[in-house]
């Protein structure tokens, strides 16, 4: 069966440090991968999504970057955080030419910004 | 663009009582597919329902069920026999059936809707 591991689970963060979420998945091949955040009692907003090795879209302009370097491997990066990067991230996969199977999501990783 | 919205930030429900949630969403496409998600204060998002927009009956998951309204954009979800485990986020989300690759398989969240159960 397939799983998804993201980690680490809660991560505290001075402003302007770097950071690096990392996203793995097991049991399937070419997954389409996403990485999601969500404000405190806000919905999901869409951040990066995936459907290669290589190959990242873009959904909001900030100070995040994505890359895939391995085919289930999914890492989220900044150079410098800001306060506003705060919030719950939650990794997804899916699988390629999905139809109607829906995403499946990790466990999330909860960042405070200080 | 389409768009989701939850008009309910919160509910509460008896102990073994039905909740209905409401969800409404704006699109231009004939097909779709609508899914439920249950995010409970662990914040893992588990899967409720889903809903392909081409069927007409609704979809039902034991004591989940939903009532789709294509011609409304209406997607409800109907909790029956509510149970205090049911306590959680929901997330109503939209999912087109057309467009590129992954960016077609790109989910669109309501803010969600709070349901307390009461024992």
């Known amino acids: 069966s397939q799983t998804i591991h993201q980690w680490p689970a809660t991560l505290v963060q001075p402003v302007g440090s770097p950071l690096s979420l990392e996203c793995t998945v097991e049991g399937t091949s070419n997954p389409n991968l996403y990485w999601y955040r969500q404000a405190a009692g806000r919905g999901l907003q869409l951040l990066f999504y995936s459907v290669g090795i290589g190959q990242i879209s873009s959904e909001v302009p900030q100070n995040l970057s994505a890359s895939r370097p391995q085919d289930r491997q999914f890492i989220l990066s900044s150079k410098k955080l800001l306060l506003s990067d705060s919030g719950f991230y939650l990794c997804?996969?899916?699988?390629?030419?999905?139809?109607?199977?829906?995403?499946?999501f990790g466990d999330g990783t909860r960042l405070s910004i200080l | 663009a389409q768009t989701v919205t939850q008009s309910q930030p919160e509910m509460s429900v008896q102990e073994a009582e039905t909740v209905t949630l409401s969800c409404t969403y704006d699109t231009s496409e004939s097909d779709y597919y609508l899914f439920w998600y249950k995010q409970p204060p662990s914040r893992q998002m588990i899967l409720v329902i889903r809903q392909e927009a081409y069927k007409q009956q609704n979809a039902t998951e034991n004591r989940f069920s939903v009532n789709f309204q294509k011609a409304a954009k209406s997607f409800s979800l109907k909790i029956s026999d509510s149970q205090l485990g049911d306590a959680a986020m929901y997330f109503c989300a939209y999912r087109s059936a057309w467009g590129t690759q992954g960016g077609s398989e790109k989910l669109v969240f309501g803010k969600g809707t709070k349901l307390t159960v009461n024992p």
């Open positions: 997804a996969w899916s699988v390629y030419g999905s139809g109607n199977q829906p995403q499946h």
